[in-house]
């Protein structure tokens, strides 16, 4: 089978509309005429923080590569290195002198086993053979002028981006058991004998984190839901479907069927509210309305940039002078509780991450701001650790 033949017809799609952004074009621009002035510097900054992986260090390392190169189709040659960390990770970095690089954090390569490792080698391929390099989404999503709406699409894109590697990895893995003991390690960052791994148990725990049927205060934490590691509960049930497709098995259910399920899992993460006519998606709006205004006017003005960012949330006009914010701030603890009784944990997220993306409209959140970002938080349930992760995550491909 074409490795190619397994990506994501969204991530496809929204890669192509990505790469056409002003923005996106602007960027792009500026690296290529960069990158023709010479290197980046990329490989001497491997080869100055980490271990290059030699043939002769690591024959298993390289053999688990080549293996997946060639099921996956990649032509590039392709350099691996190590760097010291205790927590599970690898990142495909971004060719440079006809090379692609590799890293893994050394704790993975101790812990993960033979089918677990070519998940992740094959995963990380897969970033270079979707070429989702083409969209720098770390620069944007670290970068707080990045335009609101654009950041939500780079969000969104970076979901299906993570289901199409996931697709290469477990295509490389050829072992369904394999992968999904790779994203228990992930998850739980255990490698020993203590705790036994046992497959129908993990997706017990995932069945109760309740994706689909999201009701407040249950299942796991919901933070994982907008992070590439520990991995997302989502992203293992779309590579459930994924694995009972025609695109793995002979008589599966067809790829039609497979996008839509999947498209039915990522909707659960993409902000539908702004048009949606649900009661829920209604107090998402209002909540958002409120808590946008109130945090723009904690210090006493609303800037031109804070109604700027508000606007490409609500529309052209509808901040206006007349508006009365201090009247709107009190019914902002009533809109908060209506959202938090008519969503689940998944949807306040969403909510608390555009709060955020508005708030930074003037590049930093002052202090009178962050309170009232604060009371929102503790008014959704969900505490200053999510809020933290939002304000200062980076976001970006792994």
Not at 77 to 98: H, Q, T
Request: charged fraction near 25%; charge should be negative; proline fraction near 4%.
């Amino acid at each position: 089978m074409n490795a190619n033949d397994l990506r994501s017809p969204r991530d496809l799609q929204m890669a192509a509309e990505l790469s056409e952004h002003r923005d996106v074009m602007r960027l792009n621009e500026m690296i290529a005429k960069r990158e023709e002035e010479g290197p980046m510097g990329t490989r001497r900054r491997l080869l100055a923080t980490s271990v290059r992986l030699s043939r002769s260090m690591a024959p298993h390392v390289h053999k688990t590569a080549d293996e997946c190169i060639e099921r996956l189709g990649v032509t590039i040659p392709v350099e691996l290195y190590v760097y010291a960390s205790p927590s599970f990770n690898a990142m495909c970095v971004k060719p440079e002198d006809g090379r692609l690089f590799i890293m893994f954090s050394s704790s993975l390569l101790e812990g993960f086993e033979d089918s677990e490792f070519r998940f992740v080698m094959g995963h990380e391929l897969g970033h270079h053979l979707y070429d989702h390099h083409s969209v720098p989404v770390g620069y944007f999503l670290n970068n707080r002028n990045t335009d609101p709406k654009l950041a939500l699409q780079l969000s969104t894109w970076s979901r299906y981006a993570e289901i199409s590697a996931d697709r290469a990895g477990a295509h490389c893995a050829d072992d369904p058991t394999g992968v999904a003991r790779a994203l228990f390690k992930l998850s739980s960052g255990l490698t020993g004998d203590l705790v036994q791994f046992d497959l129908d148990s993990f997706m017990e725990q995932i069945d109760d984190m309740q994706v689909l049927d999201d009701e407040p205060g249950s299942g796991s934490s919901s933070s994982d839901w907008f992070m590439t590691h520990p991995f997302s509960p989502l992203r293992v049930k779309a590579l459930n479907l994924f694995n009972e497709s025609e695109l793995v098995k002979e008589g599966g259910s067809s790829q039609e069927q497979l996008e839509l399920g999947v498209q039915t899992l990522m909707g659960l993460m993409e902000p539908n509210y702004l048009e949606g006519r649900t009661p829920a998606a209604e107090s998402m709006r209002r909540a958002l309305f409120a808590a946008a205004l109130t945090v723009a006017n904690a210090d006493g003005e609303v800037s031109e940039a804070e109604i700027t960012v508000f606007e490409k949330f609500f529309g052209d006009g509808k901040f206006s002078e007349k508006l009365n914010l201090d009247k709107l701030a009190k019914t902002l603890p009533s809109r908060i509780e209506s959202a938090r009784d008519l969503t689940g944990p998944g949807q306040r997220m969403q909510l608390l991450r555009d709060l955020v993306l508005i708030a930074n409209a003037n590049h930093e959140v002052s202090e009178a701001e962050h309170r009232v970002l604060s009371e929102v938080a503790k008014g959704l349930e969900l505490g200053e650790e999510v809020l933290a992760q939002f304000l200062n995550g980076p976001l970006a491909l792994d």
